[in-house]
């Protein structure tokens, strides 16, 4: 018995593994296409939009920018702006005591008029903080920062671009050589203004080259962090977590401090960074996860802005930094979404269900990587959702495929049956009935029931016909005898008009004694039937017709009613015959127990009611005769 169960269990993860094989293919390639880097850019792109769709945050009133407008320039008549001008504004935004200045301007040379007063106000202002370019580019290009500031007050400005332009990573520290290490801009002003709260900077404790601010530490971007494959991660770098909603930052003018018209609380011990805000001074940055002035433009102070506040939020208010998981858990994640892919076909067997988890499976992932973004985490997206619409294609393509042959070898089987069911009719039963109407018509007196042997051999060869027709023929109709054919496009409640009209017409024995007639044909809800429901309704409805013509003995009222009753539609025939049905050998207990039946009739009619998801009943009238009834849900089913 176990040697059998394991058998079985071996041809089963058999047929898996063939059956899942192109699936597995599938996930190869993506991972591969990804260990590539082919995806990257993709991957990036998702996480500009995770980041920009966010829900805004409030303000944050710990950063104030002071941008130099376009106006602002007009007004001094010179670009650049005259050291004069600086060391005002510097002097009046001391006045306010902010914690710290960052002068995002670089000032390596003078700028007459007004460089000696500026040179005065950076010595003896220790909270201001200016920039330099200390990293060379590949014409060794730099620029060194005001030669009155000491390196203390000093922080670099250079950034990291991806290779569309877009900056998503902050730099927080570089050796400009071995022995000289430099930290940014960002990280200057966040150290001043936290060591006003207590907290110092510090090396990182889980990774010991990371920065730290008491228990926060700034995750360093790996080279294969997130999205990226093979990242420049020199230096130390943290991804940008940028801040969200249409004023992020407090804006204020070079003409406004001027002209006095700021609130002193505004900047009362605050972080003000001092930037150009105009397009002719081409101090611009590109990011995906900033609405800015420009689609993917915003300008450098903001950056600066964003990525300060990003360090300062975290350690005071405990805001997510970004994280990514290791490469092992990145390739686990997209090989289990694979592997819901593959396995979609195999629990889910309707084409429909199989769709439907399709698109809960693919809208999963998008749902889950952006509650993910809202805690910090940045997982892959992009190779997850190619290996869902892939094996997804692929299967809806071979479920659609099998579909297909599985039909065409149905109509064949069908028609097999039905040319062997007729073969054996005609060599047996048919010849017999040709054998008796030969002897009958040679007699010399034929027999009364001749004429009735003569309509049964045809309509025996008719249903053949009519049968074989409908076998090959997949025109939306459905025929009744040899000549009817009901178009079954036309609503259900004509349709079912016509099969009474059509059925009453049959000569059969106890429809002729039938004096009083109550029909009610009502319009019906057909939204949710399929063709086929449409016409084993009206098989139905015939059947039962035909079940009163040949066994309610000396009936004399039918009653048929096709409607709506409540939020159930119904077909109910009722007569007021004293027969029994042959057919189906009917026990009747009461006026409210089913009739029990086991004839073909019936079960096809129970076949119906399950498809329906109704009920099939035939039970005693009262005083007497039959009621055959189907009644299903006029609303639609979920499994429809």
């Known amino acids: 018995m176990k040697r059998d169960r394991w058998q079985a269990v071996k041809a089963k993860l058999a047929t898996w593994g063939r059956g899942s094989l192109p699936g597995v293919m599938v996930i190869v390639a993506v991972m591969m296409a990804r260990l590539t880097g082919a995806l990257q850019f993709l991957e990036l792109v998702a996480f500009d939009r995770f980041l920009l769709l966010r829900p805004p945050e409030p303000m944050d009133e710990r950063i104030v920018i002071v941008g130099i407008t376009e106006e602002d320039i007009q007004r001094a008549r010179t670009y650049p702006i005259p050291d004069r001008d600086i060391a005002d504004l510097l002097k009046r935004l001391q006045t306010y005591q902010p914690i710290a200045i960052g ?86 002003l966040a150290k001043h203004y936290l060591e006003t709260k207590g907290v110092k900077l510090d090396d990182g404790i889980r990774d010991r080259d990371a920065m730290r601010f008491g228990s926060i530490e700034l995750t360093r971007v790996q080279s294969n962090s997130g999205g990226y494959v093979g990242a420049d991660a020199g230096g130390n770098q943290i991804l940008l977590n940028v801040r969200t909603g249409q004023k992020p930052f407090r804006v204020l003018s070079l003409a406004q401090i001027k002209s006095g018209q700021v609130n002193p609380d505004w900047i009362r011990g605050k972080i003000v960074l001092i930037g150009m805000m105009s397009f002719s001074a081409k101090d611009l940055a590109s990011s ?85 973004i809202l805690l910090g985490w940045w997982v892959p997206l992009v190779p997850v959702l190619l290996v869902l619409v892939l094996n997804g294609a692929g299967l809806m393509a071979a479920l659609f495929y099998r579909h297909e042959q599985e039909l065409r070898l149905r109509l064949e089987e069908r028609q097999f049956a039905i040319e062997q069911t007729f073969n054996a009719i005609h060599s047996g039963p048919l010849q017999t009935l040709v054998g008796i109407l030969r002897n009958a018509q040679e007699q010399a007196t ?7 042997l003569q309509r049964l051999n045809q309509e025996l060869r008719a249903v053949y ?11 939306p109709h459905l025929r009744m005898g040899s000549a009817i054919e009901l178009a079954l496009q ?43 429901h449409k016409r084993g309704l009206c098989r139905f409805l015939e059947e039962a017709l035909c079940n009163v013509g040949k066994h309610a003995i000396e009936t004399t009222r039918l009653t048929v009613i096709c409607t709506q009753e409540g939020d159930r539609q119904v077909i109910r025939v009722v007569d007021n015959g004293n027969g029994k049905l042959s057919e189906i050998e009917a026990t009747i207990q009461d006026s409210n127990t ?30 007497k005769g ?14 429809w």
Not at 511 to 525: C, E, G, M, W, Y
């Open 465 to 475: 016909g009519s049968v074989q027709r409908d076998a090959i023929d997949d025109r």
């Open 103 to 188: 002068l995002d301007i670089v000032r390596d040379i003078p700028v007459e008029p007004g460089h000696a007063e500026l040179t005065s106000v950076f010595r003896s202002s220790k909270n201001a903080i200016g920039v330099e370019i200390a990293l060379p580019d590949r014409n060794g290009f730099i620029v060194t920062p005001p030669p009155a500031l000491p390196p203390e007050q000093v922080g670099f400005a250079d950034t990291v671009l991806d290779a569309d332009g877009y900056q998503r990573r902050s730099l927080l520290g570089a050796h400009k050589s071995p022995q000289d290490y430099r930290f940014s801009f960002t990280i200057q």
């Open 594 to 623: 089913n009739i029990q039946s086991s004839g073909l009739g019936t079960q096809l009619a129970n076949n119906l009611a399950k498809q329906l998801g109704g009920t099939f009943r035939r039970y005693q009238n009262v005083p």
């Open 288 to 372: 995906g996860a900033i609405a800015g002035i420009n689609p993917g433009r915003i300008y450098g102070v903001e950056i600066q802005a964003h990525a300060t506040s990003q360090i300062v939020s975290a350690v005071l208010d405990r805001r997510s930094l970004l994280n990514t998981w290791t490469d092992a858990w990145e390739y686990l994640w997209i090989v289990a979404w694979g592997l819901l892919g593959i396995s979609l076909g195999r629990f889910l067997k309707s084409p429909w269900k199989i769709l439907l988890g399709f698109l809960v499976a693919s809208i999963s992932p998008i749902a889950i990587c952006y509650w993910l």
């Open 490 to 532: 036309a609503p259900l409640h004509e349709l079912l008009y016509k099969v009474y009209s059509n059925t009453l017409e049959q000569e059969l024995p106890y429809l002729q004694t039938i004096k009083f007639k109550i029909v009610q044909f009502d319009p019906l809800n057909t939204e949710h039937l399929r063709l086929e």
């Open 446 to 452: 034929p027999p009364l029931f001749l004429p009735e």
């Open 626 to 639: 039959t009621v055959c009834e189907l009644s299903w849900s006029a609303k639609r089913r979920w499994f």
